[in-house]
C-alpha cells in the first residue's frame, strides 16, 4: 500500500512526513530542499537567526526545489514578528509556529494567503488553534527533540487531539521509521513529523561531531534539561548538560554576549549560544537537542535513502496489515 498524500490548506505534500524545523541552524536550505524534493514537507528553522539569514535560506531552499519548504519560528524568540513576516515575503510555503502561542500570527499568514500550523500538546490549544484558522497542527509528545510542552507520550495525546479537532493532526515525538507512520496513520494522524531521524542525515547542517555524538548515543545518554525559555527540553548528555544537571552551567555573558533573543529569558544559561556550539561541532560546551529515540539512530544517511526506507517499512507494514490502531496502547 502507497503512502498517502499530506493535504494542508490548498497544499498537497506528495508523502505524509514533514522534516521538523531544527534551531539553530540544523535544518537550513540543504535539509529542508533534499526532503521537498523527495515528496516530504522541508522546513527551514528561524529560531535564533536573523532576517537576513532567513531570508536567503529561503531564497536557496526554493532555488534547488519546486517542492513544498516551511519555516518554523519559535514564538518564544523576540524576532518572531520579522522573522514571519519576512518569510511571507518571500512566498514561503507554510509557517511553523513551535514553543509559544501566538494569536497575532493567524491575522499575518491569512492575510498572505499562507497556512499556519502551530505545535500543540493538548486539546485546549489545538481547538483554540483551529478556532483561530490553523490549516492543521503538529501534535508533539514527550519523546520529541528539543523544547517539551507535555511529558505525556505522542500515543497517548494523538487520538484525543484527532478527536478534539477536524483539520488534519500531524503526529510528533519518537517517530524514526515507517513502521512508526504507519502506526500513527492508522490512530487517525494524516501525517506524522520526524526531527532526529533528518538531524543525522547527511544533508542536515550541523557539524559532523553533533552527527557522530547522536550515532553514539546510548538510550540512557538522553536527558531533561531546564530551558531559559521556561519549558523542559530533550538533549543528550555532554559536559555542557551534566554542568546544567548540576546546576553549574555558566550564566550568559560568560561565553558569549547576550543579544536578548528571548521574549521571556530565565538567565539560567545562554542557550542560543549552547545551541550554537552544538551546531558547530563543540560536544564540550554545545547543547545537544535530541528526541528520545536517538539511541536508535546507527548511521548517517543521505535524505534520499532516509525516505526510501520510510516507505519501504510503511509499504512493508501496512502490505501484512499488522498497523493497529494505538488507541488506549
Ligand atoms: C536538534 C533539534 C532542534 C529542534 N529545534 C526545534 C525548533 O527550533 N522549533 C521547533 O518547533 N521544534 C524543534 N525541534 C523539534 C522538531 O521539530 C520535531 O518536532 C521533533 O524533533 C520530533 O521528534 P523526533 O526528534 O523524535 O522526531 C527540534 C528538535 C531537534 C532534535
Not at 534551531?23 to 527551514?44: D, N, T
Not at 539511541?295 to 526510501?308: A, M, N, T, W
Amino acid at each position: 500500500m502507497n503512502m498517502p498524500s499530506l493535504e494542508i490548506g490548498a497544499l498537497s505534500c506528495a508523502l505524509p512526513v514533514i522534516q521538523g524545523g531544527m534551531a539553530v541552524r540544523i535544518s537550513m536550505a540543504p535539509l529542508a530542499a533534499a526532503v521537498a524534493k523527495e515528496g516530504g514537507v522541508g522546513v527551514i528553522a528561524g529560531s535564533g537567526l536573523h532576517v537576513p539569514e532567513l531570508v536567503s535560506e529561503i531564497r536557496k531552499a526554493k532555488s534547488l526545489t519546486d517542492g513544498i519548504i516551511g519555516v518554523n519560528i519559535m514564538v518564544a524568540c523576540r524576532e518572531f514578528k520579522q522573522l514571519v513576516q519576512a518569510a511571507l515575503q518571500e512566498r514561503i510555503d507554510l509557517v511553523i509556529a513551535g514553543a509559544g502561542f501566538s494569536r497575532d500570527v493567524f491575522k499575518w499568514c491569512a492575510e498572505a494567503k499562507v497556512p499556519i500550523v502551530p505545535v500543540v500538546s493538548g486539546e485546549r490549544v489545538a481547538r483554540l488553534a483551529e478556532k483561530f484558522g490553523a490549516a492543521a497542527v503538529v501534535v508533539e509528545g514527550t519523546e520529541a527533540g528539543g523544547h517539551l510542552g507535555t511529558d505525556e507520550s505522542l500515543k497517548s495525546i494523538l487520538p484525543r487531539i484527532v478527536e478534539a479537532v477536524k483539520i488534519p493532526v500531524i503526529a510528533a515525538g519518537g517517530v524514526l521509521n515507517g513502521f512508526d507512520i504507519a502506526e500513527m496513520l492508522s490512530a487517525g494522524a494524516s501525517g506524522v513529523q520526524m526531527g532526529t531521524r533528518f538531524a543525522a542525515s547527511v544533508e542536515s547542517s550541523a557539524a559532523d561531531e553533533f552527527k557522530q555524538t547522536y550515532v553514539n548515543a546510548k538510550p540512557e545518554d538522553v536527558v531533561l534539561i531546564e530551558s531559559p525559555v521556561g519549558m523542559p527540553g530533550r538533549a543528550l548528555l555532554t559536559p555542557f548538560t551534566r554542568k546544567l544537571l548540576a546546576g553549574k552551567a555558566p550564566p550568559p555573558n560568560t561565553l558569549s554576549r547576550c543579544v536578548a533573543c528571548l521574549n521571556h529569558c530565565k538567565k539560567n544559561y545562554c542557550i542560543i549560544d549552547a545551541l550554537v556550539r552544538a551546531q558547530e561541532g563543540d560536544m564540550e560546551d554545545g547543547l545537544v537537542f535530541c528526541g528520545a529515540r536517538v539511541g536508535e539512530i546507527s548511521e548517517i544517511l543521505p535524505v534520499s535513502e532516509i525516505i526510501k526506507n520510510l516507505v519501504r517499512e510503511y509499504e512493508e507494514k501496512m502490505n501484512l496489515g499488522v498497523a493497529q490502531p494505538c488507541v488506549g496502547s
